[in-house]
């Protein structure tokens, strides 16, 4: 049995089209999804309660961070593999039969993840990581990971060397998307708690490789993740941020002789968290603006569910063009004839454009 558990914090339009492809891609498979709100303020346990009626939900009183929630749903999980899943992604109808068959197919593989496209197209590079060592640490954080993304050598922060369109064992997955063992996440002791929000995905896939197992990546059925929708880029949010990178610094660069780098290290987050907290307070953050100015729209995909949105979308200043050449952003519209998978191969194959997606029988659209 596979138990799916999505950790939310105030996200319930994203969650709706989260829960909406798992519950197509978990078709013919034993399963069952458990969601658990981290204290939301927004309609989540509406949306829950009023539209899906088989999820298990966890409501907490307080949100006390995304690994302690984790570890609350695989406590009551029945399944014997495990889904970590983020509420802003998008996975296809074929994604959990895919990683699920590579997982239980091989004794040695613990977790399983997948490439990851942002709402662009454009790969995450978090899909497949390095151990974040002195050394990989130090090319992240003077540059050089950035100037030679390829490099074995410069790159072993986001394994740069390994072909992101090819299957690899890898040490880190990405706790957006990571499938586990059950009884592997029972032997190395589930998520450290002490991560409040990051980090604790690397710590994980590092206490697992500890223990013998294999982390594999698996690049044939990207899905889509939209990434920070449960978080405010505010000062709360960088606090958090950077210090899960200084707990992480603690934990695995503890010997004497590691000491100066443990510096060198730390040092960098203290300065990278005063330029971002510097950025918050100057309000450089990136802010939603309202519509003033004409929007052309090309929109694409099921023809019914394509002329839903065109008759909800009452706007005059979005004007609906027929090539998406001329258009500032693309509607893919979900439905029968336009499944999810289809939704994320269209933007995989066509990336760098702005996309909406619209679900047949939801109003709007998310991006």
């Not at 658990?36 to 939900?57: H, P, R, W, Y």
């Not at 496209?117 to 995450?124: A, N, V």
């Not at 740069?160 to 040490?171: I, M, Q, R, Y």
Request: aromatic share 10%; glycine share 8%; with cysteine.
């Amino acid at each position: 049995m596979l138990s799916i558990i999505i950790v939310t914090y105030n996200v319930s339009d994203h969650l709706q089209y989260c829960l909406l492809s798992v519950q197509k891609s978990a078709q013919g498979l034993d399963s069952e999804i458990i969601v658990i709100d981290n204290a939301s303020t927004d309609n989540t346990i509406q949306v829950l309660k009023e539209g899906f009626t088989g999820v298990t939900i966890i409501e907490n009183k307080s949100n006390d961070g995304f690994a302690k929630a984790c570890n609350q749903g695989a406590a009551i999980a029945k399944g014997d593999t495990l889904l970590f899943l983020n509420p802003d992604t998008i996975i296809g109808e074929s994604t959990l039969e895919y990683v699920l068959s590579h997982l239980s197919n091989h004794s040695k593989v613990g977790a399983a993840g997948v490439m990851m496209i942002d709402g662009t197209g454009k790969f995450l590079p978090e899909s497949k990581r390095g151990i974040p060592d002195s050394w990989n640490s130090f090319c992240k954080a003077v540059g050089l990971t950035s100037l030679f993304p390829n490099s074995y050598i410069f790159s072993g922060y986001h394994a740069g060397h390994l072909a992101k369109e090819e299957e690899h064992s890898v040490p880190v997955l990405s706790g957006a998307f990571m499938m586990v063992k059950t009884s592997a996440f029972k032997e190395v002791g589930g998520f450290d708690e002490r991560f409040f929000m990051y980090g604790e995905d690397i710590d994980l896939s590092m206490l697992l490789i500890k223990h013998g197992y294999i982390n594999l990546y698996l690049p044939l059925s990207p899905i889509l993740h939209f990434k920070g929708r449960s978080s405010k880029k505010d000062r709360k949010y960088v606090h958090r941020f950077y210090k899960a990178m200084l707990q992480f610094i603690d934990k695995y660069y503890s010997r004497v002789h590691q000491l100066p780098l443990k510096l060198i290290l730390k040092l960098s987050v203290l300065s990278k968290r005063t330029l971002a907290l510097s950025r918050v307070s100057e309000g450089k953050q990136k802010v939603s603006a309202p519509l003033t100015a004409r929007v052309f729209q090309y929109v694409h995909g099921d023809a019914e569910s394509c002329r839903e949105y065109q008759a909800e979308e009452k706007s005059a200043l979005i004007q609906i063009v027929k090539d998406p050449v001329h258009a500032q952003e693309t509607i893919l519209c979900h439905g029968r004839e336009f499944d999810f998978k289809s939704v994320i191969d269209y933007i995989r194959n066509h990336p760098g454009r702005k996309y909406g997606i619209h679900v047949m029988g939801l109003k709007g659209v998310i991006d």
